[in-house]
């Protein structure tokens, strides 16, 4: 009888043990799949906006151009609509837009990029898109869905055009299927829904064009009325979700998350298969009953024992022995093993950080690759249209002049990218350190006035030169001179001062400024890419990050040392040439 009591009862502490562990293990670890899908979903949002906003402001230039004002005023007069098709043309070949066209007061296209191919759209009446209804009320249109004439789904961007008592409607439409194809080949089950909740973009081919809950008979009419999805029956496709955060898919059982996706009311999609949460539970749950078969057979052994040691009472010195050495073993293998477990975690976080960056790397030189050459043509076309611009169009010049200034902030910004995601080579040469830092008084000089202050160089009393690149050694000084600005900036009796010195094998440059300083919890971190403190959210927080990687290239260092409400100083200690050592030997 004392037999099946421990039996029943070892039994019943491992089916304890069992649902425990599965319960903690499974909660865990649905929770970090969770963590993860939510910071890729940071990443492909980053990448939809980017997309969508290279061509935000596309139509509202486009609209500007005096070909498509000709054509919209007098559409009768076939040159005026000839130049508006190669116009619109050009426009899309340089953009890489899917398609442009101008469509007058009644939604009838007068002029399109495509006017020369089989499906072009000219002539043909599309008043009932909810794009053309918004641009003709003075709003700014924006509608996915898929085109009636061609049958190719794309994202329509339209702005409003008035020209004297002439008006119309520009339309962008621009092509988002290479995201979904680059979803398809990683493997990626991600969608973008549209306000209805149906997924008009997706790496998994089961779920588009379907809608993640049942849609109301409403919605599926006003759908149809707007011709949204022509050609696709969404009345009896199946829903995505199962449940509010599980979907079915061809992996089978999904865990999903969610994040909303620019003003258009769209929402980003991502799932990944719960299945290995339900292994890793089970096997631990496994692993636990194991063990508490395993307690129980050591308890019951001990107990044995400790009969033995009433029976044995010479034995009970040696047995309390033995149980104490082996329970100091136990001890240190506990300890051991969770050294071990120490180890491993910070390894395995060190991974996973070092693949987010190669990843952040990867990613920053994609946008570059993908934006710089459009950005180009960009402020090329603009500068070209400036030229060519009539006398009397003051307002339009001074459009396309703002423009071409947001246009060149793009650049800088991509410029900066591409120095962070590619080490760049070049010669070093023996560059004089004074020229260096008035090269980069000269180019912060504009920032300098708007601040108001100026910083101060005091220059060394023999002339220091350091084995470098010159454009580069400019850069570091640019940026560290911005900063310095940005942190006076609205400080009473601001200064900036630029010193510089040798001693020994070292040749150092200061930096420090009587700004508002760094806390300490942010100093160790100023150096991170993507990390900045400034309010405004102007800063990409690359420029301490590139100059680190500049200086660490050139054999040097950058020490930062800064107090709160009395200010910073940063000091770059590079090598002296061994001919400036020399002269001063």
């Known amino acids: 009888m004392t037999g099946a009591r421990t039996f029943l009862a070892a039994i019943a502490l491992a089916l304890c043990a069992a649902l425990l562990a599965y319960h903690f293990v499974q909660r865990a670890s649905e929770a970090a799949l969770r963590t993860q899908l939510d910071q890729s979903l940071i990443l492909t949002a980053r990448a939809v906006e980017t997309e969508v906003a290279r061509f935000g402001s596309l139509p509202g230039i486009a609209a500007q151009d005096a070909r498509i004002l000709a054509a919209l005023a007098a559409p009768q007069h076939p040159s005026n609509i000839d130049a508006a098709n190669i116009y619109l043309a050009k426009i899309g070949a340089h953009s890489g837009a899917a398609q442009l066209f101008l469509m007058d007061a009644e939604g009838t296209t007068v002029a399109a990029s495509n006017y020369d191919t089989e499906q072009s759209l000219v002539g043909l009446n599309y008043s009932f898109r909810p794009y053309f209804k918004a641009a003709m009320s003075g709003q700014h249109g924006r509608f996915y869905a898929i085109g009636v004439t061609t049958g190719i789904p794309g994202y329509f961007l339209a702005s409003p055009v008035e020209f004297g008592a002439a008006r119309g409607v520009l339309v962008v439409k621009v092509d988002m299927t290479p995201l979904q194809a ?224 947001l246009v060149r902030r793009m650049q800088r910004t991509t410029k900066h990218l591409k120095s962070f995601s590619r080490k760049e080579q070049g010669e070093l040469a023996l560059v004089s350190v004074g020229q260096i830092v008035e090269n980069a008084m000269d180019l912060v000089a504009p920032r300098a006035k708007a601040v108001g202050v100026t910083p101060q160089f005091v220059a060394p009393t023999a002339p220091l030169h350091l084995r470098a690149g010159a454009i580069r050694m400019e850069q570091v000084m640019v940026n560290l001179l911005l900063n310095a600005l940005d942190a006076v900036e609205g400080c009473k009796d601001a200064q900036i001062t630029i010193t510089c010195g040798a001693d020994g094998n070292l040749t150092t440059i200061r930096v420090s400024d009587t700004g508002t300083g760094i806390a300490p919890a942010d100093l160790p971190r100023v150096a991170e890419p993507f990390f900045s403190t400034k309010i405004s959210g102007e800063g990409l927080g690359l420029g301490l990050s590139i100059s680190q990687a500049i200086i660490t290239e050139f054999g040097g260092t950058i020490g930062i040392s800064s107090t709160p409400g009395k200010g910073t100083e940063v000091t770059l200690s590079l090598p002296t040439p061994a001919q400036q050592q020399g002269t001063a030997a």
């Open 182 to 405: 680059t979803w398809s080949r990683a493997g990626l089950a991600t969608a973008i829904l549209d306000q209805d909740g149906v997924a008009f973009l997706s790496g998994a081919p089961e779920w588009l064009y379907h809608p993640t809950l049942p849609l109301a008979p409403e919605t599926l009419a006003r759908i149809r009325d707007t011709r949204t999805y022509d050609g696709i029956d969404l009345s009896a496709a199946n829903a995505i979700l199962t449940a509010p955060d599980r979907a079915q898919s061809a992996s089978g059982l999904m865990l999903i998350r969610t994040r909303p996706l620019t003003d258009d009311g769209w929402t980003l999609l991502t799932g990944a298969p719960i299945a290995s949460v339900t292994t890793t539970a089970t096997l631990s749950a496994f692993g636990a009953a194991l063990l508490a078969l395993l307690a129980t057979g050591l308890a019951k052994i001990t107990n044995q024992r400790r009969q033995l040691v009433a029976l044995r009472l010479r034995q009970n010195a040696l047995l309390e022995t033995r149980v104490a050495e082996r329970t100091r073993d136990l001890a240190h293998e506990v300890q051991a093993r969770r050294q071990t477990e120490a180890e491993l975690r910070a390894a395995q976080e060190g991974l996973i950080h070092s693949e987010k960056m190669a990843a952040l790397g990867r990613m920053s030189a994609a946008i570059v690759h993908e934006i710089s050459q459009p950005l180009a043509a960009m402020e090329a076309t603009l500068g070209a249209a400036e030229l060519a611009l009539p006398k009397g169009q003051e307002k339009t010049q001074t459009r396309i002049s703002t423009v071409r200034g």
